[in-house]
């Protein structure tokens, strides 16, 4: 995954996705992809500074892979804040309901 980002000091923080039928070959994996992607900001969002972030895959994903998901977005978050000298410090969440579901479907 890869993320990009700018500061942006007017709204809180923002989330965009650009999952491609390259990288996510059905739309039923696309739309869990942003499903998670989208529970786990929602979850993190009020830590977050004001910023504009933009999530893209850099390379093929499988059904298999998207439990996981989830906490690569976080440390992708932390990694990212830290590189910009942003404030935010990385939770410690439990499992959502969209983790859960993408567990129990395997």
């Known amino acids: ?13 923002r989330l965009g996705m650009a999952i491609s039928k390259r990288n996510a070959k059905t739309a039923v994996l696309r739309n ?4 998670v992607l989208r529970d786990r900001f929602r979850h993190l969002r009020s830590q977050l500074p004001a ?11 499988s059904m298999a892979q998207t439990p996981g998901l ?4 976080t440390q992708l978050l932390a990694r990212a804040c830290r590189r910009l ?9 439990a499992a959502t309901a969209a983790d859960q579901s993408c567990k129990d479907a395997h």
């Open 51 to 61: 910023l504009d972030l933009v999530v893209q895959l850099r390379g093929p994903i």
């Open 85 to 93: 000298n942003l404030p935010y410090s990385e939770p410690a969440l």
């Open 32 to 35: 869990r992809i942003k499903r």
């Open 1 to 13: 995954m890869r993320a990009r980002l700018r500061v942006d000091s007017t709204d809180g923080a």
């Open 70 to 73: 989830a906490d690569e977005f």
